[in-house]
């Protein structure tokens, strides 16, 4: 029966020691070194963000892919057209932090040579964070966004039901040092994976998160698997987002598209899940010289921290100030994983017969 509120308790787990888990769990089946060590840290990256959802939490169900099929360890992205600015990768359903990785740096070589560069994904799955991509080409002195489709999950106005995918968007701006100005978002209310957290530890959802089988808004997160979806951001802007990232992500690289999209966490693990994605890449020198840009970033920066503040608001944020607080505490003092994150991974562990992460 549903359940009000149920807390499970977080534990601690050092940034390295949770790497080195996920490293060891990923070679167990079949992945490289080089292929495990990446797709690790995109997980663990994510996971000092705060952001648990699209974390390591989710590596068990991309091993039980990777076991059975679904995903194939040994599988290489590979380009196979392109043009001055643009390629198209198929990513030969590896798992999908290899392929973007892949995709995204070959994005950021276009824009090396053409200014800017477009990279489009086909046959990939479930990438986690697209902001670990975009923060590829920030890292690199260029403006970075990552994009990608997913199977329908949330309404359009008018609708009962699912109709298009979350369908996540993120961009990074190169700004202070390694902290670059990072958004990354789904263009439902909230992502899938905190409804789905919230029904494993029973707790209720606000209202305006999902509505029910027949279209009406719902606090309880076990309708998403029951005919519900999730709300679009915004309303109708959300969905025109959404639309907009699956015509670039899935109709436009010949990636599996709204229903033909295949759940990574919910269907047949031995199925490929054939999602699309989509990269581009800036080069701002090529635009405009370094020193200029960051000098005129840096005064847009400066007038929205100094905008006259609501009563009670210490702080006005910009987008990513809070994942790198959080990300330089969890590097300093451990992340706190939620329990069912926690659960996940001392499961994991015992279907691979590993030793279990050092959790506190």
Same mark, same amino acid.
């Given at each position: 029966?549903?359940?009000?509120?149920?807390?499970?308790?977080?534990?601690?787990?050092?940034?390295?020691?949770?790497?080195?888990?996920?490293?060891?769990?990923?070679?167990?089946?079949?992945?490289?070194?080089?292929?495990?060590?990446?797709?690790?840290?995109?997980?663990?990256?994510?996971?000092?963000?705060?952001?648990?959802?699209?974390?390591?939490?989710?590596?068990?169900?991309?091993?039980?892919?990777?076991?059975?099929?679904?995903?194939?360890?040994?599988?290489?992205?590979?380009?196979?057209?392109?043009? &001055?600015?643009?390629?198209?990768?198929?990513? !030969?359903? @590896? $798992?999908?932090?290899? #392929?973007?990785?892949?995709?995204?740096?070959? +994005?950021?070589?276009?824009?090396?040579?053409?200014?800017?560069?477009?990279?489009?994904?086909?046959?990939?799955?479930?990438?986690?964070?697209?902001?670990?991509?975009?923060?590829?080409?920030?890292?690199?002195?260029?403006?970075?966004?990552?994009?990608?489709?997913?199977?329908?999950?949330?309404?359009?106005?008018?609708?009962?039901?699912?109709?298009?995918?979350?369908?996540?968007?993120?961009?990074?701006?190169?700004?202070?040092?390694?902290?670059?100005?990072?958004?990354?978002?789904?263009?439902?209310?909230?992502?899938g994976g905190?409804?789905?957290?919230?029904?494993?530890?029973?707790?209720?959802?606000?209202?305006?998160?999902?509505?029910?089988?027949?279209?009406?808004?719902?606090?309880?997160?076990?309708?998403?698997?029951?005919?519900?979806?999730?709300? &679009?951001?915004?309303?109708?802007?959300?969905? !025109?987002? @959404? $639309?907009?990232?699956? #015509?670039?992500?899935?109709?436009?690289?010949? +990636?599996?598209?709204?229903?033909?999209?295949?759940?990574?966490?919910?269907?047949?693990?031995?199925?490929?899940?054939?999602?699309?994605?989509?990269?581009?890449?800036?080069?701002?020198?090529?635009?405009?010289?370094?020193?200029?840009?960051?000098?005129?970033?840096?005064r847009v920066?400066?007038?929205?921290?100094?905008?006259?503040?609501?009563?009670?608001?210490?702080r006005i944020?910009?987008?990513?100030?809070?994942?790198?607080?959080?990300?330089?505490?969890?590097?300093?003092?451990?992340?706190?994983?939620?329990?069912?994150?926690?659960?996940?991974?001392?499961?994991?562990?015992?279907?691979?017969?590993?030793?279990?992460?050092?959790?506190?």
């Amino acid at each position: 029966m549903f359940r009000e509120v149920i807390t499970t308790a977080e534990m601690r787990i050092t940034a390295d020691d949770l790497n080195g888990f996920a490293t060891e769990a990923l070679r167990q089946v079949g992945l490289s070194e080089a292929d495990a060590t990446l797709a690790a840290d995109v997980l663990v990256t994510t996971d000092t963000w705060g952001v648990f959802t699209h974390g390591t939490k989710n590596l068990r169900g991309y091993v039980r892919r990777l076991r059975v099929g679904g995903l194939l360890a040994a599988s290489q992205p590979h380009v196979i057209r392109e043009g &001055p600015a643009w390629a198209m990768v198929d990513g !030969g359903s @590896a $798992l999908a932090m290899r #392929t973007s990785v892949f995709a995204m740096r070959a +994005a950021m070589a276009k824009a090396r040579s053409a200014g800017i560069g477009f990279a489009g994904v086909r046959n990939s799955c479930h990438f986690g964070a697209a902001g670990y991509y975009a923060k590829l080409a920030a890292d690199e002195g260029m403006i970075g966004l990552a994009m990608a489709n997913d199977i329908p999950s949330v309404t359009v106005p008018g609708a009962a039901g699912p109709v298009l995918g979350s369908n996540p968007l993120a961009y990074a701006i190169p700004h202070l040092p390694g902290r670059p100005i990072l958004l990354d978002m789904a263009t439902s209310t909230v992502a899938g994976g905190k409804v789905f957290a919230a029904a494993v530890c029973g707790q209720a959802i606000p209202s305006g998160w999902l509505t029910d089988e027949n279209g009406q808004p719902t606090t309880d997160p076990n309708k998403l698997t029951r005919g519900g979806a999730l709300t &679009p951001m915004a309303g109708h802007k959300g969905t !025109g987002l @959404a $639309l907009l990232i699956e #015509t670039l992500a899935g109709v436009l690289t010949g +990636a599996a598209t709204t229903w033909q999209v295949v759940s990574w966490s919910l269907h047949d693990p031995s199925l490929p899940t054939g999602h699309g994605a989509m990269f581009i890449a800036i080069d701002i020198k090529a635009m405009l010289p370094g020193g200029e840009f960051q000098a005129r970033l840096s005064r847009v920066a400066e007038e929205i921290r100094a905008a006259p503040k609501a009563q009670g608001v210490e702080r006005i944020l910009l987008p990513g100030d809070l994942e790198w607080e959080r990300r330089e505490q969890a590097l300093a003092e451990g992340i706190n994983l939620p329990g069912d994150a926690a659960e996940s991974l001392l499961g994991l562990a015992a279907d691979l017969g590993i030793n279990p992460p050092i959790l506190r």
